[in-house]
């Protein structure tokens, strides 16, 4: 019933930035907690940071003070500003978001994933 749609991966240098972006579309009634999760190859998916209705963010040990994690509701939409990207940040990345539908049941809506790579 809902999907998301993510963008905004690439290529980019150790130490470079990209961000992420992640809308959400289809029918329901309230978006609760987003957040991101990535996984690299061989490697099982981790959370990389959450951010709840209320804007209380929560991030992965190793990617605290350099990515942000911010949502515009008006747009249905999350973001993922990565800096200082490291090659260990590598993976692809993929959206997450709670969400309440129009019968109001808490459902779980995933995005496509998207490549981030970054160079050493």
């Known amino acids: 019933q809902v999907h998301l749609v993510e963008s905004g991966g690439g290529l980019v240098q150790a130490g470079g930035s990209l961000r992420l972006s992640c809308a959400a579309s289809g029918s329901f009634f309230s978006i609760n907690t987003m957040g991101w999760y990535r996984q690299a190859p061989g490697k099982q998916r981790d959370l990389v940071a959450t951010i709840t209705s209320g804007g209380s963010t929560n991030y992965k040990d190793s990617v605290k003070g350099r990515f942000t994690i911010s949502r515009d509701n008006t747009k249905n939409t999350v973001h993922l500003q990565m800096n200082s990207l490291r090659p260990d940040d590598t993976a692809v990345y993929y959206c997450?978001?709670?969400?309440?539908?129009?019968?109001?049941?808490?459902?779980?809506?995933w995005g496509q994933g998207t490549q981030v790579t970054v160079s050493s």
């Open positions: 997450r978001m709670e969400i309440t539908n129009t019968i109001l049941r808490l459902t779980t809506a």
